[in-house]
């Protein structure tokens, strides 16, 4: 993996901005909001707990890519209208993913950060796509992938022109059945150390559990994570999609003043 | 998942058929063909001696699904022509990757069955668009796919209207490392207990060595697949891509016996 | 791994016998019975039945290995000396874990091989003690050892002088949790071609599920296996433990004849 | 789970106590010391730095669990005479690891905590035995232990009277193979919420590289384990095993002062 464009030899250690907000500098970036966006009311009220929280950045999921065909898949483009309004009324850049390239026009003309899925972390076609784009691209770990297959993805992604690639750790998959996923802060570590892209962590998908987000949030920040990435919601127990791991407000609150003293300390 | 369109419960078992070659029926069906076709006189010389071989279906790689963006990403459509006049010339119907849905319409002219790799199968977008079709789809398990998400993503296929879907169980991701995946054939028991779909197993992927390909087909056959796809070239020391699990001509034609004999014997 | 006593290239394949039976040798050997011995009555029934199927070795847990310390851990002494009379009845040695050093030297009057468990596949101490000995170790795998640890544990026997292992592949852990675990016949493909020591397979744990055990059997010797551990009774549903992975004395008659059958094909 | 001695719901936290050092408390114990007792003098030393940089507990292995029965197999009792000896000198608590119940009783004599490795988590007849004894037990997880499995090993220490048990995580396996194993801090998490035992964490063993150490080391308190078992010596360099994950004395006062302020923190 000598002469990547992601390795650290390759250059210096790339810096995001998004109106204002630097990811992978010394502050650390809190991304939150719901798995999937219900409606605006109840979108308009999230962001607002949020931004009064201190998160930086919005997130919301439009278009959702369920396991079953017959799960909500989300209000796609009007759900990134809602995104899109909300976030400008908070002065909070988005984040939602797309997953069918014929949808990234017009999606880009409402979020500011495209997320690319763990589902999607091999789909070259997309990635090549999303390349060629002039905005950050969130590229979260498939959910089997190793360290080098994802910085590859990543890989693929500056090899057409687009440097800025945020890497999201989200857990993986092993024999482990008490949590849904296993966090792997180890590779954390390894892509501070060894590669050239700002790395976030999303516990939520690592955990599947609210009741331990909080902590694996801390660990992460601990490891040397940029940032994080997690699903909350007004009312989690309502939360249409991912209920069982979505943190409340009071949490979110709890986790950012918790990290900025971590961040502090570190 | 009780009324789900690829239960055993909801119909028969699918048999589908290609140029009189039916996959799911009592006969075992062979596809084999080399990873990545390279030049038509290479792709012509190897289909000569699968056929002679009695292997039923041609396959050969042009849109290559690589790790990394640098390595060889296949001939595309020229690839995809000379897999379509090859298979003419020996009458062999052909299966070719397709990644990117803007690139069904023109593949559609030019091979028999579509097939969805292993990196694509949470693809859902592309899945949707392939349940459109009237061809049958070849779709690979994901490295780190459970049964229930792979049989969820053959639902994505049926639920649009197509049921002509092949399952191949290509090897997940463990721990050992010995083997480039670990075969699971447990999997391909539940699949046929259970579920309406045909499933060939291919075991080059899976083991990544070609010299146990032979073992894990016959164990393949034994544990009830519907068939295999091979990986073979009739120089596999010379195959510009998994050269190190590609076998010989001459070692398809003892597949192709034994696995008719132990079919007669099961 | 060059020097090892293991390896191929420091000798001959090793063919073990008992009792006038050949482990490792052109025929293929089946080993069944319960999953714990339960009482005199049972177990002369089962091996009644066995006998007559055509299985060569029976086992009985005697000393069970249970992950709660509040489970049935097994009739000790008492079923070993049940496993002694009823082989002898039948003229069928016997098998049966033995996890405590110090009840090494009693058992040995009672059992013609010893089983080293899954649970211990690490315990050197216990393998150094059994390489001192002059009768077969059935050693099990671990359930998350590679197949080099594996092999290193075989080899802890022998270098204590003791050439007669039995190696059991009985499948490994995975993320997929449809099935218990995951058989390895990509281990059990490398074993036979690069090591010495015989190589059987347990389908009943690698599965979980009785249903599948016939086409795991299938598989495994179709994959290379130098025969089968199966857990069987006459009354599966009343097994006291393991009761959803044993399978009934007809299902061992279909599996004892098919494996002739497929062994006379390969 | 529901009756567990281990489970929450059955009692107060247990908080374990080692010549006035208490694990389990809020102040964190930090353990350390070189993956093998080499020689009295190295050991002296070593211990010596560590006491200055604040270690609490002194950590050497004799007895080592090795893969191949070829590789250095520690010095045994000969090197818990040193560890005695110098723990004594400098006032500091030791721990080392035995495997066979025959070495108990002369082991007790000369160490105050015993550890069972992660290859003998299930050796029951070790773990009943050592329930009988009146000192603590540092258990870790076995390499592809699940958590269940894990707490169900410590629960057969518990049942045989001894209470005073610290688990400690070590990584477990899983197909990332960039780094030795994957340190799961969703189980910490989980053992933290739900069961009464103190949990350490090893990151020296769950990184297998000495650069990712500290990060791993404050992720783990952050996370919320209550201590450290960390491998050092003053010279990585040239220690006889692990060394390539063995840190230098000064990294273990970077990471005592680190964790101390992290602490305050949390």
């Known amino acids: 993996m000598e002469n990547l464009l992601v390795d650290i030899k390759s ?44 998160v930086n950045i919005l997130r919301g999921g439009a278009f959702k890519p369920r396991t079953s065909p017959y799960d909500f898949q989300g209000l796609e483009f009007e759900g990134l209208n809602i995104l899109n309004q909300v976030g400008r009324e908070f002065n909070m850049p988005v984040v939602s993913e797309i997953m069918d390239i014929r949808d990234l026009d017009r999606a880009l003309k409402l979020i500011d950060i495209v997320q690319i899925g763990s589902r999607n972390m091999y789909n070259y076609p997309l990635l090549k796509e999303v390349g060629k784009l002039n905005v950050p691209i969130l590229l979260k770990r498939g959910m089997g992938a190793t360290l080098k297959e994802w910085i590859m993805s990543a890989e693929y992604i500056m090899s057409e022109g687009n440097s800025n690639v945020i890497l999201c750790e989200r857990g993986i998959r092993t024999f482990e059945d008490s949590t849904r996923n296993t966090l792997d802060l180890n590779t954390v570590c390894m892509l501070k150390n060894n590669f050239r892209l700002p790395i976030i962590v999303d516990p939520s998908h690592a955990a599947g559990l609210r009741e331990i987000v909080p902590n694996l949030s801390y660990a992460a920040i601990s490891a040397g994570a940029d940032g994080l990435m997690i699903e909350s919601h007004i009312n989690p127990l309502s939360s249409v999609s991912d209920s069982r791991q979505t943190v409340s407000i009071q949490t979110m609150i709890n986790i950012v003043n918790k990290v900025k003293c971590l961040n502090i300390n570190l």
Do not use: Q
């Not at 901005?17 to 502050?27: A, H, L, R, S, Y």
């Open 11 to 54: 250059g210096d250690k790339i810096i995001i901005e998004v109106d204002g907000i630097k990811i992978g500098g010394p502050e650390k970036v809190i991304i939150s909001g719901p798995c999937s966006i219900e409606n605006f009311e109840t979108m308009y009220k999230i962001a607002k707990g949020l931004k009064a929280a201190g």
